[in-house]
């Protein structure tokens, strides 16, 4: 060890460089090429010692600040994480139930995983039919100046492309109900009830290609472990404190109020509610053109890939199911007024609406211009219409126009989603999809 500086107390930093510089000094006593080998020997061990246990801190250290952010205790009043007592076995909502049905039941479909959460969750999404082949010669930005999505969208141009996502928001279950039954129809013919779709099946048979994504922010779906909230009549407030997040003593952050702060700071005393992901991030706001988070990054590159027609985004926060006007581009405005209607339509037949008249219903005028959000940034990212479809909730019941206090049991709020979907792909199928929609000047 006599050719080794001794290590000293004072606080000299080892690493490799500043004991090969002391080596490779001009007055260093090494002298033979034998004895180089022996000393190179020893920095190899000692650096080995030394480094490796820091290295290993560090690491910790960043997993801690920058990964799951379950080290945070969340203050929820007692009761809110109240679980119903009669669960209906359709209702499977939960990360860990949902990806274990997935894992049980989808055979006809590819089952695969699409990225991860800033929690480090698996996305899956599960697929049906053939993707497009081929790319096209331009961007979708390009695609418009040309005058033809075909520039864009490549060869198979014309196929029809469904994608379905729920679980944007963490505290909203109803879409993810309605993804997990309609997988269940894909693969079995029926729902999770036993009731057949026919009519589901065969609009599925009419695509060329369905995508589904059960749970897009399962980190949000996480934080609140519980299936299904207890019905508590008028008052949303528990729904709302889950959804959006509140003090410890009850006191809900409200919508729209929560999106005035992106990212949420975790370490604020209550719960920071279902909608952000674990960095924080409501993802239905992202910062897209930034620094998208990883689940939205997952759905860019998912529609980059896939170059979807339509694209139905399942929420929960409306009296009954209500398809939202996006912010897309103009062209598409004709398209999604025939889409409402279509679907509005379908509800309100169906008993799903305030009244049983379309007429009523189902005027596209009911809804205004939204604003941008994930649905604009997908449409600008691959130019699909997508829109956000928004359910009435389980845990509490809205009032309709009268004043009254509406009801929609668990299983109307599924026959909704089923419906929703169904009336979709129909329309998608009916119309030709995007390649119809805006066919452009130039062939
Ligand atoms: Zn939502």
Redesign the pocket.
């Given at each position: 060890m006599q050719f080794l500086p001794t290590v000293p107390d004072a606080p000299v930093k080892w690493n490799f460089a500043v004991i090969m510089s002391m080596l490779y000094k001009k007055n260093t006593v090494i002298k033979s090429m034998k004895m180089k080998k022996v000393v190179i020997t020893r920095i190899i061990v000692i650096q080995f010692l030394l480094i490796f246990p820091v290295t290993l801190i560090n690491l910790n250290c960043q997993a801690g600040k920058s990964g799951n952010k379950s080290k945070y205790k969340f203050e929820i009043p007692p009761g809110f994480l109240a679980e119903r007592e009669e669960i209906p076995e359709f209702w499977i909502s939960t990360v860990g139930d949902v990806y274990a049905f997935l894992k049980k039941t989808v055979k006809k479909g590819e089952l695969q995983v699409i990225g991860k959460s800033a929690g480090g969750r698996k996305l899956y999404a599960v697929f049906y039919g053939q993707p497009r082949q081929g790319n096209g010669t331009s961007t979708f930005s390009g695609s418009l100046g040309f005058g033809n999505v075909r520039a864009y969208r490549g060869p198979d141009h014309e196929k029809l492309v469904y994608l379905g996502i729920s679980g944007?928001?963490g505290g909203?279950f109803e879409g993810i109900v309605g993804t997990v039954n309609l997988i269940s129809i894909i693969e079995t013919g029926k729902d999770l009830r036993g009731k057949e779709w026919p009519d589901i099946t065969e609009a599925v048979s009419r695509l060329d290609r369905l995508i589904l994504i059960p749970i897009a922010n399962p980190d949000g779906r996480d934080r609140i472990h519980i299936r299904m909230t207890i019905y508590r009549n008028t008052d949303a407030t528990v729904t709302e404190y889950l959804n959006t997040g509140g003090k410890p003593d009850g006191t809900i952050t409200g919508w729209p109020q929560v999106k005035e702060f992106i990212p949420a700071d975790f370490s604020i005393p209550g719960f920071p509610g279902g909608?952000p992901n674990d960095a924080g991030v409501n993802i239905?706001h992202d910062d897209f053109f930034g620094k998208p988070q990883p689940e939205t990054r997952a759905l860019f590159d998912l529609t980059a890939l896939e170059r979807p027609d339509l694209i139905l985004n399942m929420?929960?926060?409306a009296i009954y199911m209500l398809m939202h006007r996006p912010f897309a581009e103009p062209a598409l405005t004709p398209v999604f007024d025939k889409l409402f209607s279509k679907v509005m339509t379908a509800l309100a037949v169906n008993g799903l609406q305030e009244t049983t008249d379309p007429q009523t219903e189902a005027d596209p005028k009911r809804v205004k211009q939204g604003q941008f959000n994930l649905d604009g940034a997908l449409n600008m990212h691959c130019g699909a219409l997508s829109v956000v479809v928004?359910s009435p909730s389980h845990g509490f019941s809205g009032k309709n126009r009268k004043g009254e206090a509406t009801l929609l049991t668990p299983d109307m709020l599924l026959d909704s989603q089923l419906i929703c979907h169904r009336e979709a792909m129909k329309f998608l199928s009916e119309t030709g999809g995007r390649s119809k929609w805006t066919p452009g000047v130039r062939k």
């Open positions: 944007v928001h909203e909608y239905q929420h929960t926060g928004e």
